[in-house]
Every structure is written in C-alpha cells, then in structure tokens.
C-alpha cells in the first residue's frame, strides 16, 4: 500500500501492537458515525485492532472526560474542543510527529505548541462572515457588484435591505442581536488591538478600538436598519425570513441547511475599515480539533494511537469529509484549494487564511462578559464607555489567579498592543 | 427493686400499676433490623450525599478551587471578599429577593382564591378543572419555559398578539424579571391549589355550619375562620416555595440567560455560572454558603412565626380559662 501524506507522512505496511489484538475506546461528542468509519477504515489495515468510537453527550462530555482523566482512567482517544483545554492538558500525551511537519502540513500547528509538543490542532478553521438573504437582494435591486468590502459600505446596503411601515421595522437590513460579542473579540484586531496586552495574559477590552467597533454597529441601528427589540438573536431573525444580512461563525450554514432548508442564502467575507488596505487581522478563528491522546492509557494503547493519529492526519477524504460537515475551512494544506470547498459559500467567504488570529483557548469569562457588555448597552441604556469598563474590571477579576496566557504573539504578523 | 407508675386506659379510664419491664415491649429481632438496616441507610445516604458534599463544599469556598483540572490552592477568605465587593452579587441577591416575594405572594394569592373557589359548593366539574389548574405542575420546567419564551417573542409571541402590545418581554429590563415571576407562578400555582383543597378539606364541617348559623357573612367566614385554620397549610406553602425560589435557576438559564445585563440573574444561577462556566468552583461554593444560610434564617424565621401564630390563641384560650378558675 502507499504511503500517505506529505510531510506528516504514514506508511500502512508496519505491524501495529505486534499484530496482536487491542481495543481502543474514541470518545466523541458528535458525529460519530463519520469518526467511526475512520475508525474501521483504520481498522481494514490493522485487523488486530478496534476502535470503538463512543458517543458521550456535551451536556456531559466536559466534567466527565476531565474527572476520567484525573482518576488515571478514561478512554484512550477522546475529541477535544480547545475551551477545555485548562481541564485536560495535563493528561494529554503529546503526539509524537515532528512539529516542523506538522506546520508544514496543518495551518495554524503552531500555535499549539506548548514546550516544543503538541497536544492536539485544528483540523479546521471557523471564522466570521456576513450572511445575507439572495431573495431580499436582489429584491432591494442589489446585485454582486454590491457586495460591500468596508464597514462604510455595509452601513449603506444594510439601509438599502430595511423595509418599514411606518415606525414599524418589517425587515431588518442588518441584525445582530445576542450575537454583538462574537463580533467584538475579532473585529477589533482590524484596528490592530489584540485582545490581551503584550504579556499575553492581562485582558484588553477597555479601549477605543473596542468603542469604536461598539460605535458602528450601534450607529448601523440608530440608522433604522435593524433593531434590538428585532427578534431574540440575528440568526433566528435571519433564519425566519426577517433579517436580510447577519454576522456569524461557519457553524451556520449547518444551521440553516437543517433548519431553514428552503431559506436562499449566501455569504460574503467580513468588510474592513478601509478599502484596498489589509488590516492588522480580518477576524478572529477558533478551530475545530484533531483528537487528544490519554496520557495514562498503557504503553500499547498510545503505541497505537500514535499510530492511528498519523492515519488520520494524513486520509485527506476524511479530512475533506470532516471540514465540510464541521463547516470549517480545512487546516490540511494539500486539500486547501479543492473545488468542493469554493461551492460552500460560508467557507468560500474566508478571506486570506494567514491574516486570521487564534487568541490561544480563552476562558468563557471573555465571551460570558462580554455578552453581557452588549445587552447593557442595547438594552440597559448603559453608555459604551462605562459597559466597556465594567466589562474589563470583571474579565481581570475573573482572570486573577490564573495562569492563562494567550497565544496571539505566535500569530505570523503579531504587533504588541 | 420495682419502680411504680400509673398510666390511664385510654378506653376504659383506669389507673393500672406498670412496672418498666412491661414499659418495654419486646420487638421481634427482624423488626430490630429492619428499623435498624432501614435508619441505618437513611443516614449513610444523608452523611454521604450531604453532609461530605456540604463539608466539602465549604472546605473548597476558601480555595481557588477547579475539580476538573485538580486545582485546588488555599486561598482563606478571598472567594467572601470578593463576593461581598462584587455588585451583580448584589443584584443577584436583590433579584433573588424580587423573585422570591412576587413569586410567593403570587403562588399564594392565586392558589389560594382557587382553591376557595373550587371549595365552594356552587363550584361543579371540581374534579375538572382540579386537573386542569394541576397540569402545569406535572410540565416539566424547560419545556414551560422554552414555551413562554415563545409567547414572550416580540414578533410573533402570543403574548403581544393576543393583548395588542409590542414589549420586548425578556429583553426589556423593566419586564424581564417580572415576566419570569409570572411564567414560575403559571407553573406552580396548581400545587399550591391542591395543598389549600386539602386544607379546606380538614376544616370541620361543623365549625362552618356554626358560622353559618350565627349569620356570618362568607367574607367573616373566610377571615375569622378558614384563614386562621388554614394558617399551618398557609405557612407550609409559603416555606416550601421560598426554599424552592431562592434556588430558582432553570426559568431564568433558559429564558434570558440572566439578562438583559445582569437584570434577570439570581443567586442560584450565579452559581451555576461560576462553576460550570467559569469553573471557578471556589467563587460558587462561597455564594452557595452564603444562598445556605439566608435560606436557613428565612426558613427559621418562617417556623418561628408561624409557630408563634399558632401559639396565640392557645395562649388566649389558658390564659381565659385561667380567669374563669379564679374569677
């Protein structure tokens, strides 16, 4: 049989455990038919050994892997999301492939060294995008030459999308309810503002670049063009057939291909401040991750998950298959420009992969405060300038005591603020 | 030596001689164990699932404290410090407050005015609308919130549809709370109903026939008689529901996640935020101590008056009898 791979590479013609029999447990929260297929694909080579890929609930997933782990127990393989990272680092094996190889394969590799070792990676990227509605665009007259690339065009085809009755909004040409902080931690990096001091752990949220991303699309309401009183969350609203344009992750073309099945879609990149001119970041991204390797497993069991590991990083159709049910753009390079990815529209929207920022896995403070900030300002009246204060006194309370520290210095184009 | 006592016959009036060996009335050795097993097992489960989780709890509010990660670092009264200088705490606590007396009176009034209602004896289809009032009961939480969100929605919820309005129920800092309160008191009044139905029940007839009589009005009836009669049940209500209140979390987890801001949080969800969000179990445990032990005065607070209610009149029937003796 050939061997796979380009850098990481993996050769299927080496015995694995001696041949002799093993049997490995996978935990998974989701999808597990399409990890399970891997698994007996693996399996087709190596008879001697099983996979069984278990499907653990997320309700349940992240206090009951973590607790496994501790008690020196635990499946031998288990997904990871990288939220959790404090909890299960340390009972992670490294993997034991060359991190050169790696970066050289897998976007974004290396800023999940820790110490020279990598515990996991993406196996694909998820960013930010606008979604729009190609009913209510072409209805309002718009056409592909309008799709807006800076914030100041985006304000006028969001006015061009609004319908009104009188005082009564109908449709909203933008909508961004409950989703104002997965907007505010990317799109400050495109005014140069990382989301952590240059120490990489103290927080900063409590500046003008975050005004002015708050002062925008808080000036984009005031034009009319969309409400806080104007449904729950911009997705639902757009999912509804309410809202023409909103912000999200690639998450929701999963959304609106199960829920909203006969909604017309597509989606354009996330505009800039100034046209022609590459910002210090386009967005944040967070990534989807390769699986974790149980550090207290037995000898035989890592022997052949370090094996399996290198099967997986190197079978491009599963890697293909995964990015596109995950809706992330794929962090395998050899598969990077395969047509199929072009014709998903949220994945097509990415802009140049490089200029995106994984802030390292941040705790849920910033998120959870963050949201919070937002709803005091739409809803509370509270001035921008105050919410951004309290918002940073409580991510600093939250953080003290802590020994996170952020991975934005190992993006490629990294500026201290 | 034999040690004599007298006891009266409850039936027959007499005062017979007993000795303490036929005090002590020999139980069958199975009966020993099986109360012995039955205690025995009532009170590891409590020590086990209580009173370790407790102790271990408020061992773990002085730490920085995350289970999942093995964290556990002393760090004295910090976790108390910083909850008692952080203000959504105190919005938390002052909420939970809101929450609590809207809640109670609430569950009370309604449940109270309807279980009356059905009482009386030009109610018919009692059995009815004792099921229907009841349903709600039996709904599981989430499923009746995810409801009343839906009919909270400000586009399409029944709720503006039906009445003509358009409040933006959850997300509006002035309703937000409130539509909660009323949301919890749909689901809880049916148990409150069934409790004062039971009550109403134990009333002798005959204490209500004498009003009727004396010509009482239905209103002195209800003030003078029922409600002092009903007072026990009353109490029993009124404790029960602050002790479930003040731990209400899952209404506000799925309606408004807290918000707008902080205008829906209270204490219990703060908890759960801090644990299973934050991890910051440490944090929690102190909040959760401090939930404990506003719980524990309130509902001691509760006893006492309701005990003191219920010692009144006895006071007042010794103390007349005691002036007709000397008068």
């Known amino acids: 049989m ?16 001696d041949g002799k029999p093993i049997e490995l447990d996978w935990w998974a929260w989701t999808n597990v038919e399409q990890f399970q297929a891997i698994a007996d694909a693996y399996s087709e080579i190596h008879p001697n050994v099983v996979i069984n890929v278990v499907n653990q609930p997320w309700e349940d997933y992240w206090t009951k892997l973590p607790l496994e782990l501790q008690s020196g127990g635990g499946p031998a393989l288990f997904n990871v999301h990288n939220s959790q990272h404090e909890n299960l680092i340390a009972n992670m094996e490294p993997y034991d492939i060359d991190p050169a190889d790696l970066e050289a394969d897998y976007a974004g590799a290396a800023s999940h060294l820790i110490d020279g070792e990598t ?45 009104r009755d009188g005082d009564q909004l109908r449709q909203a040409g933008f909508n961004f309810n409950s989703g104002g902080h997965t907007m505010q931690a990317g799109l400050a990096y495109q005014l140069g503002q990382n989301l952590f001091e240059a120490d990489g752990s103290t927080p900063a949220i409590d500046n003008e670049a975050n005004l002015e991303v708050i002062q925008r699309f808080v000036d984009i309401y005031a034009d009319g063009s969309g409400d806080p009183d104007f449904g729950a969350a911009g997705t639902d609203s757009f999912g509804q057939g309410l809202s023409a344009m909103t912000y999200a992750w690639g998450w929701f073309s999963g959304t609106l291909k199960n829920d909203y099945p006969d909604l017309n879609w597509s989606a354009f990149q996330t505009p800039v401040p100034e046209a022609g001119e ?78 995106y920022i994984w802030p390292g896995p941040i705790p849920a403070t910033f998120e959870t405060t963050t949201a919070t900030m937002w709803e005091e300002i739409l809803f509370n009246g509270v001035a921008p300038e105050e919410a951004l ?15 996170f520290v952020s991975s934005e210095g190992l993006y490629a184009f990294y500026s201290g603020n | ?86 203000p959504t705490f105190w919005r938390a606590s002052s909420n939970t407050l809101v929450f609590g007396i809207l809640a109670i009176a609430g ?62 129920w959850l997300f509006d800092q002035r309703f937000s709370l409130l539509a909660i309160v009323v949301m919890t008191i749909w ?56 002790i479930g209140y003040l731990q209400a979390f899952v209404q506000v987890l799925v309606m408004t996640n807290g918000g707008p801001g902080t205008s829906t949080q209270l204490i219990s969800f703060m908890i759960y935020d801090q644990a299973f969000v934050k991890y910051n179990f440490g944090y929690a445990s102190a909040i959760a101590f401090i939930l404990l032990i506003i719980t524990a005065l309130l509902t001691a607070a509760s006893w006492r008056m309701n005990q003191s209610a219920l010692d009144t009149p006895r006071r007042r029937r010794f103390t007349h009898r005691s002036k007709e003796k000397t008068s």
Not at chain 2, 62 to 73: E, I, Q, S, Y
């Open chain 1, 2 to 17: 050939p061997i796979a791979g380009v850098n990481v590479t993996y050769d299927p013609n080496t015995l694995v455990n």
């Open chain 2, 107 to 168: 569950r009370v009034l309604l449940g109270l005015a309807i279980a009356y209602a059905l009482f009386s004896k030009l109610s018919r289809w009692r059995t009815f609308f004792r099921t229907i009032f009841y349903l709600p009961t039996v709904m599981p939480l989430v499923a009746v919130a995810f409801l009343w969100t839906l009919m909270y929605n400000p586009q399409f919820g029944a709720i503006n549809t039906l009445f003509g309005l358009d409040v933006n």
């Open chain 1, 119 to 163: 515990h996991y990676i993406d196996l694909g990227l998820m960013s930010g995008a606008i979604y729009y509605n190609t009913d209510m665009w072409e209805a309002a007259g718009l056409t592909d030459a309008d799709i807006p690339t800076t914030w100041d065009e985006f304000r006028e085809v969001a006015k061009a999308l609004t319908i």
């Open chain 1, 278 to 355: 590459t910002p210090y970041a386009l967005d944040r991204y967070n990534g989807e991750s390769t699986f974790g390797i149980n550090a207290n497993a037995s000898d035989a069991e890592k022997e052949v998950a370090q094996d399996f590991l290198r099967y997986f990083l190197t079978d491009a159709e599963s890697m293909k298959e995964l990015s596109l049910i995950f809706s992330v753009f794929p962090a395998y390079k050899p598969i990077a420009d395969d047509p199929v990815f072009a014709e998903n529209p949220a994945l097509a929207a990415f802009g140049e992969i490089d200029r």
């Open chain 2, 187 to 242: 689901k809880d009044f049916g148990f409150a109903v069934i409790l004062f139905l039971a009550g109403l029940y134990a009333i002798p007839e005959d204490v209500l026939e004498a009003a009727s009589v004396d010509g009482a009005s239905a209103w002195r009836t209800f003030w003078h008689i029922i409600l002092p009669l009903l007072r026990p049940m009353l109490f029993f209500i009124i404790i029960t529901s602050m």
């Open chain 2, 1 to 86: 030596m034999t040690i004599q006592t007298s006891t009266r016959s409850a039936h027959r009036g007499e005062t017979a001689p007993v000795t303490q060996a036929t005090r002590r009335i020999k139980k069958p050795a199975s009966e020993l164990w099986l109360r012995n097993i039955t205690v025995g097992v009532i009170m590891a489960s409590l020590v086990l699932l209580l009173l370790i989780p407790i102790g271990i709890a408020f061992v773990g509010s002085f730490h920085d404290w995350n289970p999942l990660n093995g964290r556990f670092d002393f760090t004295g009264i910090d976790n108390y410090a910083a909850l008692f200088a952080d």
């Open chain 1, 389 to 403: 204060a309290a918002a940073q006194a409580t991510i600093e309370k939250d953080l003290s005591g802590k020994d």
